[in-house]
């Protein structure tokens, strides 16, 4: 968006920004492996509505604000040889367009609202889905 921008006529610098991403995104946390960077932060994540529901106030639509979903950034991949996974499931991971740069989204449950129309029946720190 900020290339964009600037193409426009719009003199904008990335840094700029920078403050505004890690409040938004904020990083979980890093690990270095040999040459590999792998990076957690937190990513959007769009809320679904679970749909009408009747309350003793009348009809109400609630959010299901118990999924929540992590930035997966790998730096330094070769993808021939290593994979990221997570609960036994492989990540599917997308190039950045930077050499050995992938990232990805990965959902987890973060908790069980009791009006949760799509719930399970096995414990909530092992879903794990792409």
Same mark, same amino acid.
């Given at each position: 968006?900020?290339?964009? /921008?600037?193409?426009?006529?719009?003199? /904008?610098?990335? !840094?700029? +920004?920078?403050? %505004?991403?890690?409040?938004?995104?904020?990083?979980?946390?890093?690990?270095? %492996?040999?040459?590999?960077?792998? !990076?957690?932060?937190?990513?959007? !994540?769009?809320? /679904?509505? #679970?749909?009408?529901?009747?309350?003793?106030?009348?009809?109400?639509?609630?959010?299901?604000?118990?999924? !929540? *979903? #992590?930035?997966?950034?790998?730096?330094?991949?070769?993808?021939?040889? +290593?994979?990221?996974?997570?609960?036994?499931?492989?990540?599917?991971? *997308?190039?950045?367009?930077? &050499?050995?740069?992938?990232?990805?989204?990965?959902?987890?449950?973060?908790?069980?609202?009791?009006?949760?129309? &799509?719930?399970?029946?096995?414990?909530? &720190?092992?879903?794990?889905?792409?």
């Amino acid at each position: 968006m900020i290339a964009e /921008l600037n193409d426009a006529g719009y003199p /904008l610098q990335p !840094e700029w +920004y920078a403050p %505004f991403l890690e409040f938004r995104f904020p990083r979980y946390g890093t690990l270095q %492996f040999g040459g590999i960077e792998l !990076e957690l932060r937190a990513a959007i !994540e769009p809320w /679904l509505v #679970l749909g009408e529901e009747t309350t003793s106030f009348g009809t109400a639509r609630f959010v299901d604000s118990s999924v !929540e *979903r #992590l930035q997966v950034k790998v730096t330094g991949l070769v993808e021939e040889r +290593y994979a990221v996974a997570c609960n036994g499931r492989r990540v599917a991971l *997308r190039g950045t367009g930077t &050499h050995g740069e992938y990232v990805a989204g990965v959902r987890y449950r973060r908790w069980q609202p009791p009006s949760a129309l &799509h719930r399970r029946s096995r414990p909530t &720190h092992r879903s794990c889905s792409t």
